[in-house]
Each structure stands twice: as C-alpha cells, then as structure tokens.
C-alpha cells in the first residue's frame, strides 16, 4: 500500500477536520504496540487506533471493539495519567516525515494548563507511539530504546525527541524539487522520484507522472508540470481527485487503499466516505490474523513440540515393538534345548535339533554360550521370552495411549483457528498444561473474567452453538445440550461439536444440513467440496473411556454430506 506522506498528510488532515476540539475521555492498550482513544467531538464518539506494529503500522478511526487487558500495561496508565478528559488541538504531520503529531491541550494536577505531543511514528519496523511534553521532551514510549543504531536515535523517557535523519529532499523544498528532476537523464521516472524526494512511494510516483501527462521520454522534461501534480498530491485533501477507496479483486475483497483511484495501476476501486474506512476495511482482517499469530504463537510452538516428543516415542515404542516378534522364538529354543539335553556338553556353541514345531521337521541351529551349563542357557532363553512378554503387554499399551495423544492434540491444534479471545486461548493453555504440554501458564486471566463461550447461531427459530475448544465442546454437549437436542460431528475429521437446541420439535432435513455446514467449516476438512458429518441425538454421546476433553463415543447416527460453510450472517 502507498502509506506514504500523500497517504499520511491526507489522513492527518481527514482526522484533523473530524477530531479537533474533540475531548479524549477513555484510552484503552488492547495490543503491545497499539492504543485506542475513545474521543467525544462534535456530539458524536468516535475511536481512534494507533497502531506501531512492524507489520501493520496505522493511525484510522475504527468501529471494532477490541479485548482489553484485565491490567492495563504501564504505558497506557501513563498516557490516562496525563491524556484523559484532555483536548485535541490539531492533528497534522511533523518534519514532513511519515510522522503524525497529535497537538493536546491538557491540565495538571494544579489545573495549569499544558501542551503535550502524541506522536505516531509510522515507519514501518520503526513504528513507535511516543508522548512529549510541550519542550519536546519523550514523557514515555511504547518502544523504548536506549540507542537505535538505524535510526541514530535514543528514545527514553526525559531524552530530547529527534525527528529521524532525512537524506531526500523535502516536499516544501520547490527549488529543490526543480533543480533535482531538471537532472533526469533517463533510466526510470518514477523511481527517480522516489529516490530523490522524500514521502512519495513508487506507487504514487507512477500516479504523479500519469496525472502530469508528461512523455518521461522526451528531453527535456516539462518540470513545472511535474512539480505542479508532486504539489497536488502533497495536497490532494483540498483538492477534487480527493477520493478515498479500495483496489478490489473480482471477489470485493480489498487489496490496498488509495486517496485517489491511482489511474496508472489499472485496477478496479471501492470507494468509500473516508480514508479511515478504507484503512480499516483492508488491515481488519490482516491485523486479526497476525494479533491471532501473536497470542496463540507459543501455544503452537507448544504443541508442535509435544507433537514430536510424542511421534519419537511411538517410533522407539514400535522398534521395541519389532524386538519382541523373536519372543516366541526364544520360548522354542528353551524348550528345545531342555527336550536335548542329553546332546549338549559344557563348552558347545551350537545345538543341532530337530524343530518339532515345524511341520516338516527340519533341522536347527541354536546357539549356545560356552560358558554356561546347558540347563543355563535354556533357562537364559526363557528369561527373555518372560521379559519380551511382559514388554509387548507395555508395549501395546504405550503405542495405544501415544496414539491417543497424538489424536488429542491434533484435536487441540484444530481449534486454535477458532478462538481469538483471551478466555478462548486461555482454555486451550489450560487443555495443554494437563497434559504436561507446557510447564508454566503463560496467559493470566482474573478470577472475575468471562470464560470462553461457543458460537451462537439462529437459524428458523433454532439456536445453533458451535464449540470453539475442546473445554467448550465437553461443556456445550455434557452440561449445556439437552438429550433430545440434535449433535453433530465431521466424520473421521478433527473439530467443533455442533449442537441444535430443539426444545422438544424436530428440526426439518435444512435445519440439520445448515448445522452440518457450520460443522464441516469448523473442522480440519473446511478445505474440501464435500465432508461427511455425523448426527444424533446428544443421548446417544458418551464420553470416551480415556477421559480426555471433547473425546467422545456414540451410537444411533445418521450421515450428511455437505459443504463446509460459515454462514457469518446468522451469527448472534
């Protein structure tokens, strides 16, 4: 996307005209790097994010609600310390860098009135919110750092705020800006831009010189013109190409964000009313899947671990499993050897016999240690058949109950995609932390939290709810489901229990096919055109002897095939 200094001067503008004189009554800190601000303006609320992720730096209003913290982080009680019940005075750009500086009228404790800075640096891996007091002295940071060697700058509380070097020339810079491209010989136009002037992408190059109509061919170059259109963009909010959309693909999902439909990329555009809707309507999903990355990252790793440890000791339990296939054969020599005694001397090393347990009788070989008398070496073979037999009793055992496991955490590793709230995951490091998967609790919950509740669908007058974790699916069908309600589960695949609240009726064939597609989606076979799912009634469920969560047995079932679907517009 062209976040650029077009796209940042644009948006500080739109935030500008919408949020001055605004009043910063809450300021919550859902993620590590981001901050909300809930702001009152002109009779309406609005919310502010501000987001220094490395990977998706931003500064939008948005209408999601996110899940805060039951603590909130030691930079946002700094920033409620000195920001709440405050006023925004302007919000514009700083340094003429990828820099938006949030202008703050705020009181102290003595109710002096006092000018406070919150800067969102947008700059990629550099991304940082900082909060400076009216001599521009760092008040705090949500990225500390005692020296940053790229960026040559110390960002501490009470250190000076340094604008970061600039080696391009800058926009205000018309003189400049003339003289530089007056120097163009040749070799790529937009890149020469970019390379040159600082705030424009190579993006928003290519639309510079597609709006100038220029024939970046032709020498020499008609400057003024080009300046002019570097000018209009600088200052596209005020101007008529202001028009804030979305590239689309032939399914309407978005794919970058513009202020203008950039005529040089040749793509389809959704526009929208502002340039936040924009930005939110392409990074909700990125920032979802990547928060989502974040927070279930070591319970994955987890899991991946427990995987292995678990697949190396079903290998070694089948190698021990191999070993035993000569237990019977060592049976059959002790007993060989003690039916011959009368043949074997002290000193021999091999037996010659004959086999009785071979049909045709034939002659064997047994080999025998020299150092030991006959009745010895006998009672040496029985020794290992007893063991051997004891061992594949264990054996068998072992395999079985690491096969289980391995089932079990698949069944967990499943359900990860479905749980994005704290209380969701929390459940899931709990399952692991009882199977000894993780020593330590990484994720704190507060005795007052909500536990994770399953997904609620309505559809004709049914209440569906989904399992989003194998807590959730042991509690939804042996707790919350009633015995005539419908249950339902993908055939020979890992996922949620799905039940159908009845309340006595009988559901008709679609109500049961809607609830076998939310099934099928909410399984590891959501990738396939079709998925067999089982259904009963929740009477016939068992849990299953091991014990283990959302592990079940049952009887009375009928088949479906279907096709794994959401069906996001009957959720409550």
């Known amino acids: ?46 919310n502010l994010v501000v987001s220094a992720n490395a990977q998706n730096p931003r500064i ?6 996110k899940e805060n913290p039951i603590t909130a982080p030691s930079f946002c009680m700094h920033l409620r310390k000195y920001l709440t ?51 521009m002295i760092i008040s705090d940071a949500i990225k500390q750092a005692s020296f940053d060697a790229a960026t040559k700058r110390c960002v501490l509380p009470s250190c000076q705020y340094k604008l970061p070097e600039q080696s391009k020339l800058q926009p205000s810079d018309k003189d400049g800006i003339i003289n530089y491209l007056n120097s163009y010989n040749g070799g790529g136009l937009a890149k020469f831009i970019c390379n040159g002037i600082g705030g424009i992408s190579l993006m928003t190059a290519e639309e510079i010189i597609c709006h100038s109509k220029i024939d970046e061919s032709k020498y020499p170059l008609d400057v003024e013109n080009l300046t002019n259109s570097i000018d209009t ?28 439909s950039y005529k040089s990329q040749q793509l389809y555009y959704k526009k929208f009313d502002n340039l936040s809707y924009a930005i939110q309507a392409l990074t909700l999903k990125k920032d979802q899947d990547e928060r989502h990355r974040e927070k279930s990252k070591h319970l994955i790793n987890a899991i991946k671990k427990y995987r292995s440890r678990n697949q190396k000791k079903l290998q070694k339990a089948k190698e021990k499993l191999t070993e035993c296939d000569k237990m019977n054969d060592y ?4 007993e060989l050897i003690t039916s011959n005694l009368y043949k074997v001397k002290k000193g021999d090393t091999i037996l010659q016999c004959v086999d009785y347990y071979d049909p045709e009788m034939k002659t064997i070989e047994i080999e025998l240690n020299p150092q030991y008398s006959p009745s010895k070496i006998a009672q040496d073979y029985f020794k290992k058949y007893n063991k051997l037999k004891r061992t594949l009793d264990i054996i068998i055992s072992q395999i079985k109950e690491t096969e289980e496991d391995l089932k079990y955490i698949d069944t967990i590793e499943q359900t990860i995609n479905n749980c994005n709230l704290t209380a969701d995951l929390f459940q899931i490091e709990q399952e692991l932390f009882a199977i000894g998967a993780i020593k330590k609790m990484k994720t704190k919950m507060a005795k007052s939290a909500k536990e994770g509740s399953p997904i609620i669908y309505e559809y004709k007058g049914y ?35 799905v039940v159908i609240f009845t309340d006595g009726t009988t559901p008709q064939d679609d109500v049961i096919t809607f609830a ?38 049952y009887t009375n079932q009928k088949t479906a095939y279907v096709k794994p679907l959401e069906h996001s517009e009957y959720k409550k």
């Not at 590891?524 to 091991?546: C, H, I, L, Q």
Request: net charge neutral; charged share 25%; proline share 2%.
């Open 1 to 46: 996307m062209p976040n650029d200094l077009v796209t940042l001067k644009a948006l500080s503008a739109e935030l500008n005209a919408t949020l001055a004189g605004g009043k910063i009554e809450k300021i919550y800190q859902p993620e590590k790097d981001e901050i909300t601000l809930s702001i009152r303006a002109f009779g309406q609320k609005y």
């Open 60 to 65: 939008h209003l948005t209408s999601v609600k």
């Open 85 to 135: 019940s405050s006023i925004i005075e302007n919000i514009d750009i700083l340094g003429e860098d990828r820099i938006i500086n949030i202008t703050i009228i705020s009181k102290t404790e003595l109710k002096d009135t006092i000018k406070l800075h919150l800067i969102a640096e947008m700059m990629g891996r550099y991304s940082n919110i900082l909060l400076l007091n009216d001599k």
């Open 233 to 260: 963009f600088f200052n596209i909010f005020t101007s008529e190409l202001y028009s804030p959309c979305c590239s689309i693909d032939k399914d309407d999902n978005c794919l970058d964000y513009f202020v203008t």
């Open 331 to 334: 049976k059959k020599y002790g």
């Open 463 to 497: 209440i569906i709810a989904v399992g989003k974790n194998n807590y959730q699916n042991d509690k939804l069908t042996f707790k919350t489901a009633n015995g005539g309600d419908i249950w339902l589960h993908a055939l020979d695949y890992h996922g949620s229990h």
């Open 516 to 553: 076998g597609e939310l099934s099928a989606f909410y399984s590891n076979g959501t990738g396939s055109d079709k998925v067999p799912v089982d259904y009963t009634m929740k009477k016939f469920v068992k849990r299953n002897p091991n014990g283990k969560l959302g592990m079940v047995t």
